[in-house]
């Protein structure tokens, strides 16, 4: 049997993150606007950590254990390092039931990152 | 008067850059797909680099020589420098015309990062 998660994690709820930020067609970005948004790029700029959040986005009910995506060619303890920093930057949000730790996209801070990429907006 | 740009630029045409990739939701993403998105989000990770990048999208034209957002407190080869990643990971096209730098942002591979955030796809 798998190793259970052990690490204490916050549980961030969707609302927590603020959606940010205006399309990069509006102006230029504030400086704190541009640091959130900095934030969120980087935290999905490691290809092992976009496949797994790829996993969790497209795991049915879009929520997965760190159980469920372990496939990857990587330990289970390498997986959650890799979730860390989408977690970190409000991208996913993280709840503890029972021995394990569930993942999933939160959909306001993903959606607010499409929107800033909208050219069209 | 500013010191122009001398740097050789690989002179990139937006419809060279294939765009990537599916949805997150569509699935897990490939090792490569993985690698071609992580590179582009890796290139808007930083600060300086996304308000450069929202000043171009913001442009009237979509379209900035260096010497039209050379304001936010860091020197001309600064900006040239933050500029590479983009341009590398084919987020912006750039253009030597006579002495300046054209930089444009290459809107199908801006449309395909939203797609692949949108998580009604």
């Known amino acids: 049997m798998s190793k259970p998660e052990v690490t204490e ?10 959606p940010c ?10 400086q704190a606007d541009a640091e959130k948004m900095a934030a969120m790029f980087k935290a999905l700029s490691d290809p092992v950590c976009l496949r797994l ?14 159980c469920d995506i372990a496939d ?16 970190e930057a409000g991208l996913l949000n993280s709840e503890r039931r029972g021995t394990w730790v569930y993942h999933q996209v939160a ?10 990429l909208d050219l069209r907006a």
Chains 1, 2 share one sequence.
Not at 11 to 18: E, P, S, Y
Not at 56 to 65: M, T
């Open 21 to 30: 930020c205006p399309p990069i067609t509006a102006g230029e970005l504030s």
């Open 72 to 87: 990857v060619g990587v330990s289970q303890p390498t997986v959650s390092h890799h979730l860390k920093k989408p977690r």
């Open 9 to 18: 994690l916050p549980v961030l709820q969707d609302g927590d993150a603020v």
């Open 53 to 66: 959040f790829s996993k969790i986005a497209s795991h049915p009910g879009g929520e997965a254990c760190v």
């Open 107 to 116: 959909p306001s801070v993903v959606a607010a990152m499409a929107t800033m």
